[in-house]
């Protein structure tokens, strides 16, 4: 069982940066794909960015390419993602989620899911 706390949403205007954390139980988190979703209001959840256990292999949504970047520190059982040149429409709860060695940025594959943090993106 693995449980994820995200940390480090709030408000912020356009143009700003903001750092969420996600904390994870696992005791083997290195051998955890690690992604970030998002769900704005009144839309389904996405995918947004994905990190493999070795922190080499990354991918991210088109919308976010350039301006978020995602990372991990396996000593610290802790993945974030930097937001910057933050958007109006980036407005979302953000969920952090693990899923055991596969890669994917299918949501349905991921076992784990912390409790989400809100983000929330003033123009």
């Known amino acids: 069982q693995v449980q994820l706390v995200e940390s480090g949403g709030g408000l912020v205007q356009a143009g700003g940066s903001l750092r969420l954390s996600c904390a994870a139980s696992?005791?083997?988190?290195?051998?955890?794909?690690m992604g970030w979703f998002r769900q704005a209001p009144g839309k389904e959840r996405e995918f947004v960015a994905v990190i493999l256990s070795n922190g080499r292999s990354i991918n991210y949504a088109d919308f976010v390419k350039g301006r978020f970047t995602i990372s991990r520190d396996n000593a610290k059982n802790t993945v974030y993602l930097q937001m910057s040149s933050l958007k109006p429409e980036d407005t979302a709860v953000y969920y952090c989620?693990?899923?055991?060695?596969?890669?994917?940025?299918?949501?349905?594959?991921?076992?784990?899911w912390g409790q989400g943090t809100q983000v929330t993106v003033s123009s």
């Open positions: 989620a693990a899923r055991y060695r596969d890669y994917s940025i299918a949501q349905s594959d991921y076992d784990y």
């Open positions: 696992a005791r083997t988190f290195v051998n955890y794909v």
